[in-house]
């Protein structure tokens, strides 16, 4: 037998790839980051066979707690069709072979990047994060040894003195995204790259919120009802972006969050949903934007 | 709460670096609204000192006993580092040689002066802003210098404004390490008369490590002088100056008198 | 135009086809097989190995051919691999004492026992492209001692003949347990030991710490080296096993070991005498274990008293940026959309411009007034 005919022989995977070893590893750092909301517990992450900064904290924590019957929904920038929303859900229909859904309602394990749905989450649901920087002091203070110090004794101070310098020098405070809070009034965490617009969201949630970084080695979590307040100054409180007189161009939706489309060269624009389930949706309900029929026109 | 008891109370202070002697049974006591300077050449020990007082480094033996506010009188090194830390932020300050390390030189002057503010809780913005600016006037710093970057003053101003990073939560014992260090003569008059002004009005605690006779003479109500990592002679600033009994005092201060005239 | 909502699976599935087609290239060339890369791209297989942290010839050859070449990439298709592998536990320390060498040189004595022995390497030849080499040529038969290759073990290590007149620093002793760190299976923790730093290094990026290394003989965290001996050959791999009772052998791997010497004058926890810094990697990887044991010497200025500042002296800094595949995962996923953050910026951009704008007008305003 040659080494080519070797090498052509599938080795056989785990459910849900990871073996049942590091599962309980993973597990157990899980049910350590509930029992601490907002610690950040560390994990002997594993090499997945995606990049590091792909998702790979977040596909770990999922392929721990994931179980044959749950029905499962990756999306990427609020939406369920990007690549990296594509590669991760073929992921674990190949290796977990569970059910998957773009419906937010339908969803048990909702693994997100950069967004959390427009739609109310439920106590059945499970909302899985990917983190790239699960540390909140890192661009302030380099050195691991200092943060957990720094988390061990709550000093953030510095943590306010860069929202200080935003207003000093912006008017106000200048941070749109991975926007810094403060968990249970102990721990302060960065909810993952997630614009401002959803923080409140993450605030005395239903569903339990799990953050996995699989580079940084890092699994934290907020259980059900958690209160989670956004860092501000009394006389700046947090605020999140709006778009006073802005409808989705697709489905009328207002204060929702949304993206941005360039429609031609000469700067045209219009805005959609950043939700792409949520928006179509209210589209099934009949719900239109002022683009919708040509849009629909010109996909013919 | 009794104001006769010492603020700091050090006894059979020691410590070594491997084999290497830093300092070696030193003890001396501080009082509230005294100003101490440890005075000796470079190798002498008394940087060793202030950092084993101010918890930098844990000593191979001897105590260093605080009062605290609530009138408890604890060993330092029976403290965790949490209440360290804490004290550190709260109760001290830490005015170093060189401002660079004392200041955060990629945030702007209110920012460093606010700091310690927000550390202790203070949630207020225009308060920060304005306590800021408060500082920055009673360390002579012109207010519109708010939102300037520490890189753009000058040396006196660095060290004028780190002053006021550590004052401004109106501690009780302030560390200092050659605060005069590296300026021009001119300029570390002024910083002279301002430290001790404002000295004075909040009636501080203060340690300061010099090698500067004339800052300690200036400064200082007492006095020790330190060789070889031991003290070899303390007492009231004027009495030791004027009448040193030490033949190593003697020779510190005829040497500067010498530069005098 | 508007990007359809829909349609990314189609396409990624797509992109796959292109890439594979791109692998193969002109068909109507034969395909690589396994065996040539093994044979003929050694070193290639060799740093796969290293990096990858998996002794397997075979499937570092087929990661590289899939990988097409790509090295980062073929090491990150072993890793994943590697990782889904049962541990049944951890072999005992190698003596490389014991190797049956394949090279073996020294630059700090001209002569010693064991003798230098040149070995297959780059370091003697012309850097001169070869237009005439004829790849299907045989090559030319070299000569081999009389001796034989396995009477060749036992030759010691030029460390232990220095140590000998306690000149030189001691092995550090074992835990007492005898346990090692497993930085694959327990997240790294600062300040982390010798052990947990250099499985680090034998697992690092050999451009990174070829530059950390580099860095510090151009007086960043001068140590001031000598390479004591480079040795590169086989070594046997024994397990004990807990129901025997004994030690097995296992296998044997190649590795490259470098030893190098330090010029210590010593600090207050230490007389002066020299010190070693250590580099051990699978394969004959001789630049990946010089550049190791340069990163690991400056490492240890803690334990030894020395003054530190320097790039790779700094543990944190150099160990969390080591792993390669960490590092360029991290860099590309810059190329996932970031398009709701980018919105985010976007949006808050337009605000400070709005605001100048009304600060502006504000400012004519009053002008105009007065």
């Known amino acids: 037998m040659s080494l080519d005919t070797i090498s052509a022989e599938a080795p056989a995977y785990n459910f849900a790839y990871l073996d049942e070893q590091t599962k309980r590893m993973i597990r157990r750092a899980i049910l350590k980051g509930i029992a601490i909301p907002g610690y950040q517990v560390p994990f002997a992450s594993r090499e997945m066979p995606m990049p590091y900064g792909w998702g790979t904290g977040g596909m770990q924590v999922t392929a721990a707690i994931i179980g044959p019957d749950d029905i499962l929904k990756v999306i990427d920038q609020g939406s369920d069709d990007t690549t990296n929303a594509v590669a991760i859900r073929n992921f674990f229909k190949r290796?977990?072979?569970?059910?998957?859904?773009?419906?937010?309602?339908?969803?048990?394990?909702?693994?997100?990047?950069?967004?959390?749905?427009?739609?109310?989450?439920?106590?059945?649901?499970?909302?899985?994060?990917?983190?790239?920087?699960?540390?909140?002091?890192?661009?302030?203070?380099?050195?691991?040894?200092?943060?957990?110090?720094?988390?061990?004794?709550?000093?953030?101070?510095?943590?306010?003195?860069?929202?200080?310098?935003?207003?000093?020098?912006?008017?106000?405070?200048?941070?749109?995204?991975?926007?810094?809070?403060?968990?249970?009034?102990?721990?302060?965490?960065?909810?993952?790259?997630?614009?401002?617009?959803?923080?409140?969201k993450l605030d005395n949630t239903p569903a339990l919120q799990l953050f996995g970084a699989g580079r940084e080695k890092r699994i934290y979590a907020l259980p059900p009802y958690t209160r989670v307040k956004s860092l501000d100054f009394e006389d700046h409180p947090f605020s999140v972006?709006?778009?006073?007189?802005?409808?989705?161009?697709?489905?009328?939706?207002?204060?929702?969050?949304?993206?941005?489309?360039?429609?031609?060269?000469?700067?045209?624009?219009?805005?959609?949903?950043?939700?792409?389930?949520?928006?179509?949706?209210?589209?099934?309900?009949?719900?239109?934007?002022?683009?919708?029929?040509?849009?629909?026109?010109?996909?013919? | 709460m009794n104001a006769s008891e010492p603020l700091v109370r050090v006894e059979g202070l020691t410590h070594y670096y491997g084999n290497h002697l830093?300092?070696?049974?030193?003890?001396?006591?501080?009082?509230?609204?005294?100003?101490?300077?440890?005075?000796?050449?470079?190798?002498?020990?008394?940087?060793?000192?202030?950092?084993?007082?101010?918890?930098?480094?844990?000593?191979?033996?001897?105590?260093?006993?605080?009062?605290?506010?609530?009138?408890?009188?604890?060993?330092?090194?029976?403290?965790?580092?949490?209440?360290?830390?804490?004290?550190?932020?709260?109760?001290?300050g830490f005015v170093m040689q060189n401002p660079r390390d004392g200041l955060r030189m990629g945030v702007s002057a209110g920012a460093n002066v606010g700091e310690r503010l927000m550390s202790v809780g203070n949630r207020h913005y225009g308060n920060i802003?304005?306590?800021?600016?408060?500082?920055l006037e009673r360390v002579e710093i012109d207010p519109t210098r708010i939102d300037d970057s520490p890189r753009t003053f000058s040396g006196g101003m660095q060290q004028r404004l780190q002053i006021a990073r550590n004052l401004v939560t109106s501690?009780?014992?302030?560390?200092?390490?050659?605060?005069?260090?590296?300026?021009?003569?001119?300029?570390?008059?002024?910083?002279?008369?301002?430290?001790?002004?404002?000295?004075?009005?909040?009636?501080?605690?203060?340690?300061?490590?010099?090698?500067?006779?004339?800052?300690?003479?200036?400064?200082?109500d007492r006095i020790i002088v330190m060789k070889n990592g031991k003290i070899i002679e303390q007492g009231l600033t004027d009495q030791v100056l004027d009448d040193p009994h030490q033949p190593y005092t003697q020779l510190l201060v005829s040497s500067i008198l010498q530069v005098g005239a | 135009m508007y990007v359809a909502v829909k349609g990314g699976e189609k396409a990624i599935a797509n992109a796959h086809r292109l890439f594979a087609a791109k692998r193969r290239g002109d068909a109507g060339l034969p395909?690589?097989?396994?065996?040539?890369?093994?044979?003929?791209?050694?070193?290639?297989?060799?740093?796969?190995?290293?990096?990858?942290?998996?002794?397997?010839?075979?499937?570092?050859?087929?990661?590289?051919?899939?990988?097409?070449?790509?090295?980062?990439?073929?090491?990150?298709?072993?890793?994943?691999?590697?990782?889904?592998?049962?541990?049944?536990?951890?072999?005992?320390?190698?003596?490389t004492a014991e190797m049956r060498i394949a090279r073996r040189i020294s630059a700090t004595f001209k002569d010693l026992p064991g003798g230098q022995m040149l070995g297959p390497t780059f370091d003697y030849s012309h850097r001169l492209i070869d237009f005439a080499l004829d790849a299907d040529a045989p090559a030319e038969e070299p000569a081999r001692s009389a001796s034989g290759a396995e009477e060749m073990a036992n030759i010691p290590r030029v460390i232990d003949l220095i140590g000998a007149d306690g000149m030189m620093e001691e092995d550090p002793a074992p835990r007492e347990d005898g346990s090692v760190g497993d930085l694959t299976r327990e997240p790294l923790d600062f300040p982390a030991d010798r052990d947990l730093?250099?499985?680090?290094?034998?697992?690092?990026?050999?451009?990174?710490?070829?530059?950390?290394?580099?860095?510090?003989?151009?007086?960043?965290?001068?140590?001031?080296?000598?390479?004591?001996?480079?040795?590169?050959?086989?070594?046997?791999?024994?397990?004990?096993?807990?129901?025997?009772?004994?030690?097995?052998?296992?296998?044997?791997?190649?590795?490259?070991?470098?030893?190098?010497?330090?010029?210590?004058?010593?600090?207050?926890?230490?007389?002066?005498?020299?010190?070693?810094?250590?580099?051990?990697?699978?394969?004959?990887?001789?630049?990946?274990?010089?550049?190791?044991?340069?990163?690991?010497?400056?490492?240890?200025?803690?334990?030894?008293?020395?003054?530190?500042?320097?790039?790779?002296?700094?543990?944190e800094f150099v160990l969390s940026h080591s792993d390669n595949i960490q590092a360029s995962g991290f860099v590309e996923h810059l190329k996932l959309p970031h398009y709701v953050d980018f919105q985010a910026e976007l949006d808050l951009i337009r605000t400070l411009h709005r605001d100048a704008e009304t600060r502006a007008e504000g400012a004519t305003n009053r002008e105009a007034a007065e």
């Open chain 3, 197 to 315: 730093r250099l499985q680090n290094l034998a697992r690092g990026d050999e451009g990174f710490l070829l530059a950390l290394g580099y860095s510090t003989q151009r007086g960043y965290a001068r140590t001031h080296p000598f390479v004591g001996e480079i040795r590169m050959g086989e070594v046997e791999v024994g397990f004990f096993a807990e129901e025997l009772g004994f030690e097995v052998t296992v296998g044997r791997v190649t590795v490259t070991e470098c030893q190098m010497i330090n010029q210590f004058t010593g600090s207050a926890r230490m007389k002066p005498k020299f010190t070693r810094g250590y580099g051990l990697v699978f394969g004959h990887a001789e630049r990946k274990a010089m550049s190791m044991s340069l990163v690991d010497r400056a490492l240890r200025w803690k334990e030894l008293g020395e003054e530190a500042g320097a790039a790779a002296q700094d543990e």
């Open chain 1, 95 to 200: 290796t977990a072979g569970v059910a998957m859904t773009f419906r937010t309602a339908d969803a048990s394990i909702i693994q997100t990047r950069h967004r959390i749905p427009e739609e109310k989450l439920r106590s059945d649901q499970v909302l899985v994060f990917q983190v790239p920087i699960p540390e909140p002091l890192r661009f302030l203070e380099p050195r691991e040894t200092e943060t957990r110090k720094m988390h061990a004794l709550s000093e953030y101070g510095l943590m306010h003195v860069k929202l200080y310098e935003d207003i000093a020098h912006h008017g106000h405070i200048a941070t749109t995204y991975a926007y810094p809070v403060m968990v249970e009034n102990r721990y302060v965490m960065d909810p993952s790259p997630i614009p401002k617009f959803d923080n409140p």
């Open chain 2, 22 to 92: 830093g300092c070696r049974d030193v003890g001396f006591e501080l009082y509230e609204s005294e100003v101490l300077a440890v005075v000796g050449e470079s190798g002498s020990g008394k940087t060793t000192l202030l950092n084993c007082l101010s918890t930098q480094i844990v000593p191979t033996s001897g105590k260093v006993m605080y009062r605290f506010r609530d009138g408890h009188v604890e060993n330092l090194f029976d403290m965790s580092e949490a209440e360290q830390r804490v004290l550190l932020r709260t109760d001290w």
């Open chain 2, 171 to 220: 501690p009780r014992l302030v560390f200092m390490d050659e605060p005069t260090g590296g300026l021009d003569v001119s300029v570390q008059a002024r910083l002279l008369d301002l430290i001790r002004r404002i000295v004075a009005d909040l009636g501080l605690s203060i340690v300061i490590v010099t090698h500067d006779l004339a800052v300690a003479r200036l400064l200082s």
């Open chain 1, 241 to 300: 972006q709006d778009w006073p007189d802005t409808q989705c161009a697709m489905c009328g939706a207002t204060g929702v969050y949304f993206d941005e489309v360039i429609l031609n060269d000469l700067g045209e624009r219009m805005f959609v949903c950043s939700d792409s389930d949520y928006c179509e949706h209210r589209q099934e309900a009949g719900h239109f934007g002022a683009e919708h029929a040509s849009y629909k026109e010109r996909m013919k």
């Open chain 2, 129 to 135: 802003r304005k306590t800021a600016l408060d500082w």
């Open chain 3, 31 to 95: 395909g690589l097989s396994v065996e040539q890369i093994v044979n003929q791209l050694s070193f290639a297989v060799d740093r796969v190995m290293g990096e990858g942290s998996l002794y397997d010839r075979e499937l570092a050859a087929i990661a590289i051919r899939q990988a097409q070449g790509d090295l980062i990439e073929a090491i990150f298709l072993v890793r994943a691999y590697r990782t889904t592998l049962p541990r049944f536990g951890y072999s005992v320390a190698l003596e």
